[in-house]
């Protein structure tokens, strides 16, 4: 099973400042992960596919990069609704797995 | 709109036995593959168990393999959870989700599934 580990657990910013997430691989999953967005009482929205790819509808604000076992999502302007929890997702391998989620919240 | 509705969730205790239900529309279902996904509270998200659109590919996760089934009713656009042998340790929020091989766009509200006596 592949492990993917996020750090950090919790980042505490400001609106307007720049949110660098990480995620890493316990295994090469070439570009095949994903970053999905989750608020409080919704389901997971994907933001992310394929290390860089934006989802449909997803603002330019948010951009993935990485590949093998270490991967980035970078917002580049915190805006209000971005704070949230937000987890990464391989599909190179069965089972598929998420990491533990980091938690943006405000300064 | 595409939307996701899952059903059949509750409370039973332990060794008990659900079923859920997840109605699709706005979107050809029978094209995509489908999968749950739970959530225990306060925790993050565990995937656990994949169907392909013709049902001819399955997985679970070891946590439900040999107590969960996954099946699908193309005609009906339809997506279940056979629970059997129910935990504690499989209270949850299950989500089912599905969409793109690539990244998973579609998603329902959730069910909450509580197992306890």
């Known amino acids: 099973e592949i492990v993917l580990t996020q750090s950090p657990a919790t980042l505490s910013l400001s609106p307007g400042e720049r949110a660098t997430l990480s995620c890493r691989a316990s295994q090469s999953v070439s570009n095949y992960l994903a970053w999905y967005q989750q608020k409080p009482g919704q389901a997971p929205r994907l933001l992310i596919y394929d290390a860089s790819n934006r989802a449909t509808g997803i603002p330019a604000r948010f951009s993935g990069s990485g590949s093998g076992t270490d991967f980035t999502l970078t917002i580049s302007t915190l805006e209000p609704e971005d704070f949230a929890v937000y987890y990464c997702?391989?599909?190179?391998?069965?089972?598929?797995?998420f990491g533990q989620g980091t938690k943006v919240e405000i300064k | 709109e595409v939307q996701l509705v899952e059903s059949g969730g509750g409370l039973v205790q332990p060794g008990g036995s659900l079923r859920l239900s997840c109605a699709a529309s706005g979107f050809t279902f029978s094209n995509y593959g489908m999968s749950w996904v739970r959530q225990a509270p306060g925790k993050g998200l565990e995937w656990i168990s994949y169907i392909s659109s013709s049902s001819s590919t399955i997985y679970y996760a070891d946590s439900v393999k040999g107590r969960f089934t996954i099946s699908r009713d193309n005609a009906k656009n339809s997506l279940y959870l056979q629970m059997n042998s129910l935990r504690a340790e499989d209270t949850a929020v299950y989500y089912c989700?599905?969409?793109?091989?690539?990244?998973?766009?579609?998603w329902g509200q959730g069910t909450l599934v509580t197992v306890s006596s």
């Open positions: 989700a599905g969409g793109y091989i690539s990244g998973w766009s579609y």
């Open positions: 997702q391989q599909r190179s391998n069965w089972p598929r797995t």
